[in-house]
């Protein structure tokens, strides 16, 4: 059994339909359905139960399909990365980042992105939203990971969700709430909020309280640090409470407590964005991973 032939199973599980399949494979529909037959004598399995009027999965065949698809996946980057691997790809690429959530999403893509184009050199920047969105917009970073959702003035810029984490209250070990998995948002109206200093960036700050206000709360809020990390230690040092993303690697957090909130989930998402009409060659390949990884 060959690339070919998993292809003609995984084309036929997902229409259900032999005309349709045979359609999209450019073959003919008893051909297909003989190539069928084959590979199901070979493996001695049955994949398909089909008659005059269905073509359904047995059990077999709903696992063979899923695992087919990996191998042909693994195939398909295998190629890709020999290619890569022997030709002169090169070019440097500056990518910027905000907070924690971002630089957990961003460590995954880039780690993919440098094993397949080895010889393209990566700079890393980490700034506040206003100044990374104004270093992309002005050709000093080719990509930037970042909330856009925060940011009003999105014109002339292009972008793809790579991540969604639902947020949470973080408070320190010595907090009444510690050791809590739900609080309902009523009683966070009495506490007092350490929330991170936006710097400037228009609208940000609204955008926040925003989302606070939809899980249910308005935070009472005593200190504004510049950086996620002076958040973090203050909230574990008992000075207050913050909001965080579930989803973010941070060590300052291993010292915090993360609470759900008992109303509405609330998401922030990640963003990967790059100026429209950069014509960039190491963007060009960045921006092709991206659609294929987030399709």
């Known amino acids: 059994m060959d690339i070919r032939q998993l292809n003609y ?18 073959i003919a529909q008893t051909t297909l359905s003989q190539q069928i037959s ?9 994949l398909f139960d089909r008659n005059n009027r269905s073509v359904k999965l047995t059990p077999a065949g709903d696992i063979f399909v899923k695992e087919a698809k ?15 691997a022997v030709s002169d790809v090169t070019g440097k690429l500056a990518v910027g980042w905000w907070g924690d959530l971002e630089f957990t999403c961003l ?33 000093r970073l080719n990509v930037c990971f970042i909330p856009l959702h925060l940011y009003s003035d999105l014109e002339g810029l292009e972008y793809r969700t790579v991540a969604s984490s639902p947020l949470y209250i973080a408070v320190g070990d010595n907090h009444p709430y510690a050791g809590m998995k739900k609080l309902r948002p009523e009683v ?11 710097n400037n960036t228009y609208g940000a700050f609204e955008k926040t309280i925003s989302q606070y206000n939809k899980m ?27 909001v965080c993303p579930r989803d973010i690697e941070n060590d300052a957090l291993n010292k915090l407590h993360l609470i759900e ?20 060659p190491a963007l060009a390949l960045f921006k092709e991973m991206i659609e294929e990884m987030y399709a």
Do not use: C
């Not at 990996?70 to 890569?84: K, P, S």
């Not at 995954?108 to 990566?122: A, S, Y």
């Open 70 to 84: 990996q191998l042909v996946a693994q195939y398909d980057d295998a190629i890709r990365r020999a290619r890569h």
């Open 107 to 139: 460590s995954e893509i880039m780690k993919k992105f440098r094993d397949r184009f080895p010889n393209i050199f990566i700079n890393f920047y980490q700034d506040n939203l206003h100044n990374l969105i104004r270093a992309l917009k002005t050709g």
């Open 216 to 242: 249910g709360f308005t935070p009472n809020i005593i200190n504004q640090p510049l950086s996620f990390s002076e958040v973090y230690l203050m909230v574990s040092l008992g000075f207050g409470i913050t």
């Open 38 to 46: 084959v590979m199901e004598n070979q493996m001695g399995v049955r």
């Open 261 to 280: 909130v008992d109303g509405p989930q609330v998401n922030i998402d990640v963003n990967v964005a790059w100026l429209e009409g950069n014509d960039d």
């Open 188 to 198: 966070l109206n009495d506490e007092e909020f350490i929330i991170l200093n936006y």
């Open 9 to 26: 199973i995984i084309t036929l599980g997902k229409h259900l339909n032999f005309t349709r399949a045979s359609e999209e494979l450019h």
